[in-house]
């Protein structure tokens, strides 16, 4: 699928938009593409645009004091990434955003989903139905941290995204579960 | 502030609606009182409201298989609680929502929240602002969760919610770090 049908596939599962109405909706998106371990956004940044994924594979990520990384959100074809507190509030980036592959997007400005929102209900609908999911996806994944195990937790995210076992390197899964790369090891080989 | 002007006040924060416009939305709100440990949502129960609190104190709540109980948010006035997954997914609820003291609230469907969103594109906005920010909110908990002790999460929490420290037992605060309560006395005591 090009880039376009790939879009007006994701969005048609929750809303209704005709042939002219998508045509003029994604003239607002911007492709664009980026090489393996290419920053899209990096602590300290003003945000203003999020990204909905084609090809490859993203990964939103907090580095601490003492150089650890935690990662937030691994991000696929169809899922959206940025930081969204810094793209919703005006504040600095506090995640940055890069490509754990080479990587092709479509690009929006909050400026221009605001709009969209505005001159169609929609769009408007389709980004509140996102934010829900998002939302009731984020408590879960916090549910599941408190109450679960890494190995537990390791079953369940490669049983939600197998394509997540061969396209995230090893490292990467462990900084999501938020476990070091030894005990990482120790459950694959049991 | 009556509930009304609680209300008004706290859309108004956010978008503009005439004196008319708040009256009519607000006649879809049905205030309900509970007495402290009364039960709101049980774990299994299909879930069709969402509360707006105007008094008292509110949580969300998991009870694992060896009767851990893991809590999820608090909710005190001008807070929204319900199962979100069960109320916009249909799903069965997977969490609990009990009183923490006497609590007073507006109970809004989720018919009527849609239907109130498709009346008024301000009210989507409300709706679609507040999910956003419920995002944010949740996996900045997250990496909070991820990235920081107990202690710090203590004191960022009080910091954040100074209210809380009176309104809540401690047992229930342990729950909602994720730590024992003997683990939260030290950190009391220290």
Not at 38 to 43: H, Q, S, V, W
Request: with cysteine; net charge negative; proline share 2%.
């Amino acid at each position: 699928m090009n880039p376009q049908e790939i879009l007006k596939a994701h969005l048609c599962k929750t809303i209704n938009l005709t042939e002219e109405e998508f045509n003029y909706v994604f003239s607002h998106f911007k492709p664009k593409r980026f090489k393996k371990g290419e920053k899209i956004i990096t602590e300290g940044d003003i945000v203003h645009d999020e990204y909905f994924v084609l090809s490859g594979c993203l990964k939103t990520y907090y580095i601490n004091d003492n150089q650890k990384m935690f990662i937030l959100q691994f991000a696929m074809c169809t899922w959206w990434a940025s930081d969204y507190d810094a793209l919703y509030n005006g504040a600095r980036a506090i995640i940055n955003l890069d490509c754990i592959t080479d990587t092709e997007v479509l690009c929006l400005s909050d400026v221009d989903r605001e709009k969209l929102c505005t001159e169609f209900d929609q769009i408007a609908y389709f980004f509140r139905w996102r934010s829900n999911r998002g939302y009731v996806a984020s408590q879960k994944r916090l549910l599941s941290f408190m109450n679960n195990d890494a190995k537990y937790r390791y079953e369940e995210l490669l049983s939600m995204y197998p394509q997540l076992y061969n396209l995230v390197p090893k490292h990467l899964i462990a900084a999501y579960l938020g476990v070091s790369r030894e005990t990482l090891s120790r459950l694959y080989n049991e």
